[in-house]
């Protein structure tokens, strides 16, 4: 057990739907970040929020959104699902302001999303 | 350009051989350097990182790594290798831009183990 948990496990949903992620950071940890991994993208760095406010962007689409909460979990909304959107979600936390020789990832074990 | 490139996409070793996973990057500066794992339906776990000092570093279940700056490379190696190494391998970099550090994974190296 990594610390980070992840909800769900699994989900399968239709196109055009919304679903929500969430993600709760190890103790101590005040960054979260998120990923997707999909086979044909690889693992992709989506976006990082710290004590509740976005750090760092990435490849995210405008279709998927994310905050972070007083209590530092973490969602991301990911909404008008399309079949491509189908992947595992990762979140990971880390204790400081981003990633670094001293700042490492933890990661959680992901959500799938399945859209049919 | 900042990249990070697995060449081998699928490495298959016997039980007991010895392995190296490479990893190259592309990066102006001193990056830092991590190996990540991957076993089936897991998340992703640390196995070393590099970000100053000795070239050479260890790291869990036996695995070790070398950073050499002069061929921008971070090979993992294991001299004899487990069943239970069969997993997914990634190298990640962490690169600065616009004020920000962000960790890119390269494209993974899936590992299988004949008995």
């Known amino acids: 057990d990594s610390g980070v948990t992840q909800t769900p496990k699994h989900l399968i949903t239709a196109t055009g739907q919304r679903v929500t992620l969430r993600c709760s950071p190890r103790?101590?940890?005040?960054?979260v970040y998120w990923y997707q991994q999909s086979l044909d993208q690889g693992l992709q760095f989506l976006i990082q929020?710290?004590?509740?406010?976005?750090?760092a962007k990435g490849n995210i689409l405008e279709r998927f959104s994310a905050q972070q909460f007083p209590d530092l979990h973490s969602e991301l909304n990911l909404s008008s699902l399309e079949l491509g959107d189908s992947a595992l979600y990762f979140c990971?936390?880390?204790?400081?302001?981003?990633?670094?020789?001293?700042?490492?990832?933890?990661f959680g074990a992901g959500s799938r999303l399945t859209v049919l | 350009a900042q990249s990070v490139t697995q060449p081998d996409i699928h490495i298959t070793v016997s039980e007991g051989a010895s392995l190296e996973l490479r990893c190259n990057y592309s990066?102006?500066?001193?990056?830092?350097l991590f190996w990540y794992v991957q076993s089936p339906g897991q998340g992703l776990q640390l196995l070393l990182k590099?970000?100053?000092?000795?070239?050479l570093v260890q790291g869990i279940k036996g695995f070790e790594a070398e950073f050499k700056r002069s061929q921008s490379s971070f090979n993992l190696r294991k001299p004899s290798v487990h069943w239970s190494d069969a997993a997914e391998y990634f190298c990640?970099?962490?690169f600065g831009s616009g004020g920000y550090n962000k960790l890119i994974f390269g494209a993974g190296t899936r590992l299988a183990v004949h008995p």
């Open positions: 990640a970099v962490v």
């Open positions: 929020y710290y004590n509740g406010e976005e750090r």
């Open positions: 990066y102006g500066a001193t990056p830092y």
């Open positions: 990971a936390s880390s204790e400081g302001t981003g990633p670094s020789g001293a700042n490492v990832l933890t």
């Open positions: 590099y970000f100053s000092g000795d070239t």
């Open positions: 103790s101590g940890d005040l960054s």
